[in-house]
């Protein structure tokens, strides 16, 4: 046998990404594209696969390591006829900067106003006293603590200091859920405020009441099923984005009978090359036709500057057995329609199989999530920041429409487009929608 190095492949533009996870140990067989580690950065977690099948002979990392593009992850006793060409790292899960079109109404919850209290230490929970959410209240206390990058986030969203929180996970490493009792615990031992009391501002500072803790099975049978790696990671960035972005949503209908008819006829034109056309495409094409003429729906804040981009690539929300993740396609300006087709399908299938490269879902510009395979009539789709909008799409119905004259049978596709209202007023966001509404009525507008 050879003994051959385990390196970490081009995981796009991620540097120094913490290892959350060591998957296997020496004297672990493994094969080819056995995950063998998971590191989490602020935006995705993913596996690090072998590209080699054989027996570990070391490990050169641990948890809390940082590795990039190139680390040395083990050296592996490789069988024979294995060579050490990197294989390409699979997405086990991502960031869903992209906010899923289902997300529940919790984050909404955490939102609600809450009166202001002075935490007290919280003897149930050792480790470093606490003072307050912020650590502005009490002498610093110098503790490095040893939590992941979306921990940390999800840690400042709260306004919670890390360096006061024990942590649950190995050699004590902090968990969201240890973020989470911190901050019950704290609450619940200041005890209810006096009424009258003013509410805390800030998103940071929201005073977050206690989250109700209730022993269900005494009400009847229950199952306790974790949820998925891809609904944990989300989770935060849902929060953060429904709590911190003023959403205002505005609804709209496009008539596309004409337009349904030209999918079905270019459906049957490629139907031997293998292509399928989708409305995922044509709104693709008409969604960037409309930021191409609105241009501060294809921005970002930062800080007070608006920056406006020149590029157009579009994230879609795409349903997978784990939750929902969106891939981006790039330079979507310069691609037709049957290419967009194409690739959308493609990137969809690898969203299902687990195997998005992080470059695939990152540099999103503005996101369209689709109900449409499914039903309903409008919702309230969460922005992807730093995007300021999002296109929710539900199901098209067959509706009696009056044309001056008569009532005649055209096919309307519901459209719900939420948007950032410290960037986009109403009056914007309304032309923006009747705009992609006329677009997708008559197409040919599209290459104007």
């Not at 009258?196 to 940071?204: E, N, S, V």
């Not at 790039?330 to 470059?359: C, F, I, N, T």
């Not at 395979?373 to 119905?397: D, H, K, M, Q, W």
């Not at 986009?424 to 509404?437: C, E, N, P, W």
Request: glycine residues 8%; charged residues 20%.
């Amino acid at each position: 046998m050879a003994t051959i190095e385990v390196k970490v492949p081009d995981i796009g533009e991620f540097r120094d990404v913490e290892v959350i996870e060591v998957l296997v140990k020496p004297g672990d067989r493994v094969e080819v594209e056995q995950s063998l580690i998971t590191v989490e950065s602020d935006k995705a977690s993913m596996e690090i696969p072998s590209s080699s099948a054989g027996v570990v002979k070391a490990l050169k990392v641990k948890l809390g390591d940082k590795v990039s593009q190139g680390s040395t992850v083990l050296e592996l006793d490789a069988d024979a006829g294995q060579t050490a060409a990197a294989a390409p790292a699979t997405a086990a899960s991502a960031s869903v900067a992209a906010p899923p079109a289902q997300a529940t109404a919790a984050p909404a919850q955490a939102a609600l106003k809450a009166p202001a209290v002075t935490p007290q230490p919280v003897p149930a929970r050792p480790g470093p006293p606490a003072a307050s959410l912020m650590g502005n209240d009490a002498e610093a206390v110098v503790v490095k603590a040893h939590a992941s990058p979306s921990v940390r986030r999800f840690a400042r969203e709260l306004g919670v200091d890390l360096s006061r929180v024990r942590g649950s996970g190995p050699k004590q490493r902090i968990l969201h859920d240890d973020v989470r009792a911190w901050v019950k615990d704290v609450v619940a031992q200041a005890g209810a405020p006096a009424a009258g009391t003013a509410p805390a501002t800030g998103g940071a500072a929201l005073g977050l009441l206690a989250w109700p803790q209730v022993d269900f099975a005494k009400f009847g049978p229950i199952e306790s099923r974790p949820l998925a790696r891809i609904r944990r990671i989300s989770a935060a960035n849902l929060h953060r984005n429904w709590v911190m972005i003023p959403h205002v949503t505005n609804h709209e209908e496009a008539d596309i009978t004409a337009l349904e008819a030209l999918r079905v006829q270019l459906n049957r034109e490629n139907e031997k090359q293998g292509i399928k056309v989708t409305m995922l495409a044509f709104l693709i094409k008409a969604c960037v036709a409309a930021l191409q003429r609105f241009a501060e729906f294809n921005a970002s804040l930062d800080g007070e500057s608006l920056v406006l981009k020149r590029y157009w690539h579009i994230g879609f929300a795409a349903d997978t057995p784990a939750g929902l993740v969106v891939p981006v396609i790039r330079d979507a300006d310069r691609k037709g329609v049957l290419e967009l087709a194409r690739e959308s399908a493609e990137l969809a299938a690898k969203a299902r199989e687990g195997k998005l490269a992080p470059s695939e879902m990152q540099g999103g510009t503005f996101t369209i999530t689709s109900l449409g395979g499914i039903g309903g009539t409008s919702f309230t789709p969460i922005i992807n920041a730093p995007e300021v909008a999002i296109l929710g799409v539900s199901r098209s119905t067959m509706r009696p429409v009056w044309d001056g004259a008569a009532f005649q049978p055209r096919l309307m596709l519901p459209l719900s487009l939420s948007y950032d209202h410290r960037v986009i007023d109403g009056a914007a966001a309304a032309r923006f929608s009747v705009y992609l509404a006329r677009l997708l009525a008559d197409f040919r507008r599209a290459v104007l």
